[in-house]
């Protein structure tokens, strides 16, 4: 199969980012959900967990085999397939009976995601040229970040307007629409090269990256489940990345990692995906339990700092290619280190409520200046065969540094409440769980060091590929 002659790509472009951030939104939104929904299908909160844990599990496990998807299956089918899971997951988890019914919508609705977001980056590699792709990047940045953004709030009003069942409508609608608007404007961007299956890294795979980010993800439980299956991700993740390389036809070319931008640039993602995760699910916990704000207090809070993050993103896009990678690498990851030394050192369970806004628009800016050139860079630096590859693997280790940034938060928590507690015995629950946020923070600090470290060795690619 021959590629098509696009003669304008921007409504498919448009249309990915857009499905993109419908799928983020149904993801993040149901985060406000989950006390409904234990209440409705009368569950604990471990097993609503499940919702979110689910949905990072398929993503998990589908994304790295995107990049055979792409190579199997037109660029059109691929985009019908995806519409078709996320419609049909939302219908299912707006008429949800049970909770095992919702959970399954959830991972129908994950299929489509996961199909989608690793598709959009493909495209746009092939059809932006490389001195616009920042600009492309950037645009897909800010609608990737405002997604979980506003997420949360809207599912609020949401909720309170009608019920968490209104939520899976809303996508259903919106989802609908987009693809009759700009279906018909969709060509196919890539040839169909077919390479042999490999079932063996199929199964690998899934066993591999499924029990990591399950592991990770079940980690401050500590159960059995969740350790066995943790080393039996590591074991299949190692015995995967060997037979990637054993193979003439790796399922996920692993080779992506002999470029020295793309393999510094996958670790600055990793690094900041799993920040950015974790400061998600500890800001919100430290304003409402230790300052005793209400969830919609704690919700505007943040705010700002996130819509900040998505209104930065198409400026740092539109102005890479003059200013590159290495500043905005480094400076995102500069102001990354200040925010959390700042609230390591300031967090107590009097900390103004200001100061935290303040802190989380600085660590927010900095998040605006890391995502778009980290991953515009490393896959600048690959030659047009390994796109999808690349793509994939950016988009995994999008979903383990999820799994391992909420799960590695709750375990830092927990650990420095505990010691805390030792050293206090006395103290109040407000202050506790200041305490153990401090803890906390002082490893965020660490990580965001790491990065800044790191980030001083990316360069800009010599050479275009083509």
Same mark, same amino acid.
């Given at each position: ?176 629409? %987009? ?270 060091? %790491? ?16």
């Amino acid at each position: 199969m021959t590629t098509e002659t696009i003669r304008n790509p921007k409504p498919m472009v448009v249309m990915l980012m857009i499905a993109a951030f419908v799928g983020l939104f149904g993801e993040t939104a149901m985060n406000m959900a989950m006390t409904e929904v234990m209440t409705d299908f009368n569950i604990s909160a471990s097993t609503a967990q499940w919702l979110t844990t689910g949905y990072l599990l398929v993503l998990g496990i589908l994304v790295p085999v995107s990049a055979s998807i792409i190579q199997w299956i037109s660029t059109r089918n691929i985009i019908t397939i995806a519409f078709i899971f996320s419609v049909v997951g939302s219908i299912i988890g707006a008429l949800a009976p049970t909770f095992s019914v919702l959970l399954l919508a959830r991972i129908i609705q994950a299929i489509g995601t996961g199909l989608i977001l690793p598709l959009m980056i493909n495209v746009i590699l092939i059809v932006v040229p490389i001195t616009k792709r920042g600009a492309a990047m950037g645009l897909m940045g800010m609608l990737i970040t405002l997604a979980p953004a506003i997420g949360p709030t809207l599912a609020g009003f949401i909720i309170d307007i009608a019920s968490w069942h209104y939520i899976f409508w809303v996508s259903v609608v919106l989802f609908i629409i %987009v693809y009759t608007i700009f279906m018909a404007k969709v060509y196919n961007v890539s040839e169909l090269t077919k390479p042999k299956i490999d079932l063996l890294s199929i199964l690998l795979s899934t066993i591999g990256f499924g029990g990591l980010v399950y592991g990770l993800s079940s980690l401050a439980e500590a159960t059995t489940l969740s350790t066995t299956l943790l080393i039996a991700g590591i074991v299949a993740l190692i015995l995967f990345v060997w037979r990637q390389f054993a193979t003439k036809e790796p399922m996920l070319n692993l080779r992506v990692f002999k470029y020295r931008n793309f393999t510094l640039g996958s670790i600055l993602l990793f690094l900041a995906f799993g920040l950015i995760l974790a400061m998600a699910i500890l800001i919100p916990m430290y304003l409402k339990g230790s300052l005793l704000l209400s969830a919609t207090s704690a919700g505007l809070a943040m705010l700002v700092g996130n819509l900040l993050n998505a209104i930065l993103a198409p400026v740092v896009g539109n102005t890479f290619d003059k200013v590159g990678p290495k500043f905005y690498l480094t400076f995102g990851f500069l102001f990354f280190s200040i925010a959390t030394g700042l609230l390591y050192f300031f967090t107590t369970d009097a900390t103004p409520v200001w100061f935290i806004v303040v802190v989380y628009i600085i660590f927010f800016i900095g998040a605006s200046t890391i995502i778009m050139p980290a991953q515009t860079n490393s896959l600048n630096e690959l030659p047009r065969h390994l796109y999808a590859h690349g793509s994939a693997v950016l988009n995994t280790f999008q979903q383990v540094a999820s799994a391992a940034g909420t799960s590695l938060t709750i375990v830092l928590l927990t650990a420095g409440q505990t010691n805390y507690a030792q050293n206090h015995p006395n103290a109040s629950m407000e202050t506790l769980l200041a305490g153990g946020a401090q803890h906390t923070f002082f490893w965020f600090f660490v990580v965001a060091l %790491v990065g800044l470290v790191i980030a001083l060795f990316v360069k800009r690619p010599n050479i275009p590929q083509k």
